[in-house]
């Protein structure tokens, strides 16, 4: 695939940015909702677009961007979710797009994400991949887990009703390792959960106007620890 540069940065500005990310070359990355990904080079102002491509197995074929994220694993990896056209990895050095496909299965035939709007995106330090979708968590496993490329198995949580310990109801708005290695999931309207991988389950916490250590609102847009 190939990216196209445009010398109008300031085209950029214009637009809603929805996720930013700086890489190691000090780069800025934005996704640009309905505009694909724009890179910004601080020296040069210049915005490098990605256009959408259907035609083309490797490009990208959602231009409506919902999440981006710098693999930390390696940082010339970029993980982009997007709103209806499922999960892509950008190589930032060699500038190849895959889409990245869940659970093929025979005949060729191979199936779209069960939810394909990626709305958010967190490599562990186990280095498992999650994404966070409508009522869904992903959970993709490297065979190499240092690697971001090869071999991979995935694992699919959902929201079930009158379950309990089973994934909170609504989309997924936000993942975090906290410094004892647990996984955090933030929910749009179900609250709060926390991924226990004895079990393979979750603890689920929500607002309880009876409860008065209970968490103050079950929309929880971001996290981060104290």
């Known amino acids: 695939s190939t990216l196209s540069s445009s010398s109008a940065a300031s085209d950029v500005y214009k637009r809603q940015v ?5 890489d190691d070359n000090q780069r800025i990355i934005a996704g640009i909702q309905n505009s694909g990904i724009n890179t910004i080079d601080g020296l040069t102002t210049q915005a490098i677009v990605i256009p959408p491509d259907s035609k083309t197995v490797n ?5 409506d961007i919902a999440t981006i994220y710098l693999d930390p694993f390696d940082n010339n ?3 982009v979710g997007t709103r209806f056209g499922g999960l892509y990895q950008i190589n930032l050095r060699t500038n190849q ?9 025979k005949g060729n035939k191979v199936p779209m994400f069960q939810s394909s709007f990626i709305r958010s995106i967190f490599r562990s330090s186990n280095g498992t991949l999650w994404l966070g979708s409508s ?7 490297f065979e190499n887990s240092n690697s971001s490329i090869g071999p991979y198995s995935v694992s699919t949580y959902r929201y079930a009703d009158g379950k309990n310990r089973s994934l909170p109801e609504g989309s997924i708005s936000t993942l975090y390792e906290d410094s004892y290695h647990n996984l955090w999931i933030g929910t749009i309207i179900g609250g709060l959960a926390r991924y226990n991988p004895k079990t393979d389950d979750f ?6 106007i009876y409860q008065k250590n209970s968490i103050n609102h079950n929309k929880i847009l971001d996290l981060t620890e104290d």
Request: glycine fraction near 0%.
């Open 97 to 105: 797009i895959n889409k990245i496909i869940i659970n093929p299965i």
């Open 18 to 22: 929805v996720a930013i990310a700086v």
């Open 135 to 141: 009522y869904i968590l992903y959970k993709i496993e």
């Open 77 to 79: 990896v970029l993980w």
């Open 59 to 63: 490009t990208l074929n959602s231009n």
């Open 203 to 208: 603890d689920v916490f929500k607002y309880d």
